[in-house]
């Protein structure tokens, strides 16, 4: 199949090769190298701008699918999982020894792609990124050598491919460290619609809230906001779970310092209905995930979409103003309300005291976000899911997006999300990689000199190249 995720994008491969293990895609990249193909990995194929097919036409697409390995060590629990496994066969592999991972609620995506730029989800806070979990990986280089990387083993690839992974290899299997899953949780989904004023101090307290030295790592969710009722107003979603017990006063009390200033949630609403689901670590797993209630993705398909999507990451140091809050909800309740995609903001909260994404050391990784408070993710889709993709709708996301910037500090420190990928930004080096980009400009001409690992946002690809 060379059709992408995002069908806004139209790219057609040279060739798609279906390795079966790892020596025939050492043979398959050697293969491409020697015709001077650009070579690329697909795992699951949600590359938001086709970045698993090429980024654009002729090149080799070395697909992973058929790498279903998962293997669980019975003593240590470690986790060596083949990267063509999707997040909920992952999950559900993983909780039948009672252990998980962090990960997102998206049951197709691939682990490949996911762990190699980040992997956020509502575990996250309590176990870190995807890739703050990877103990060593099993990685095809640019000339088809098979190496182990570790912080033992070529620790300088195993660092490049925590972060910026697929400009350096093909990395075929990944050894976890795995968790003790919690006893239960509650899933939280409590829907608004309300006046842009309503929404602007909601939002300023859900920042209050998750700053606060009383919040726990386990608690995990975001603010999400969508179209409103009227023009002037918004949907509000407060949306994620908590873990360590099915005790729903637990939940409550977490929550309660932030609900208490909020008038009763909607009971329905034409997105969803207010809920709350208490169960076990897979239950609350399962309730969150998309498409909604279901882990295992064997025998079924995932749906395209047409889209443009952005981020930004905030730091936690420099929390956002309240104009800036209140100029991003007058955006959506206004230009928002008048756009004919639908859209949606999510606001993810990655920091607060003691989370564990922000506790790794920056320089230990190639992630280079580790002051991050909230990241947000404006996607906008045709009315219809199918291309064409209008043209306005460019300015309206980017404008979402500048809402926030615009009314904050010249130098604010901000960055963007690398699995967020978004092909019409400028200055992407240094917005997805900060200092560390030029490191991984240094490795890429040592590890891939040949530059086979080609895609237009790959370390060492110019900036201009979508201009």
Known sequence: MSTSDNLRFDVEPIA???????????????????????????????SYIANSLGGKNGSFVVDLSELKGIKIDPLTFNADIETGNRLGDIALALNEKGRGIPHGRCAYIGIGGHSGFGGWGFASRMWGLTLDNILSTTVVLANGTIVTASEDSHPDLFWAIRGASASFGIVTSIEFQTHQVPEGGTLFELFWDMDIATASSTFSSYQSFVLSSSLPTTFGGELAVFKGSAYGRVTVIFFGAYFGSADQA???????????????????????????????????????????????????????DTFYAKSLMTPQDVPMTEEAMGAMMEYLGTTGFESDTFWHVEIELYGGVDSAINNVPLNSTAFAHRNTLLTFQPYASSSNALPPYPEEAFGFVDGIVTSVTSNMPDDWNYGTYPNYIDDRLQDWQRLYYGEHYTRLERLKAVLDPSDVFQFP???GEPGDTYA
């Open 250 to 304: 637990e939940f409550n009390r977490t929550v309660e310092p932030f609900l208490s200033g909020l008038p009763e949630p909607q009971t329905n609403s034409s997105l969803g209905s207010s809920m709350l689901q208490s169960g076990t670590w897979i239950e609350v797993l399962a309730a969150g995930a998309v498409p909604t209630g279901m882990l295992n993705t064997t025998g079924t398909r995932d749906s395209n």
């Open 16 to 46: 798609i090769a279906f390795p079966i293990d790892t020596q025939q895609v050492s043979t398959a990249v050697k293969a491409g190298a020697e015709h001077n193909l650009r070579v690329v990995a697909r795992s699951g194929g949600h």
């Open 457 to 459: 946002t790959a370390i």
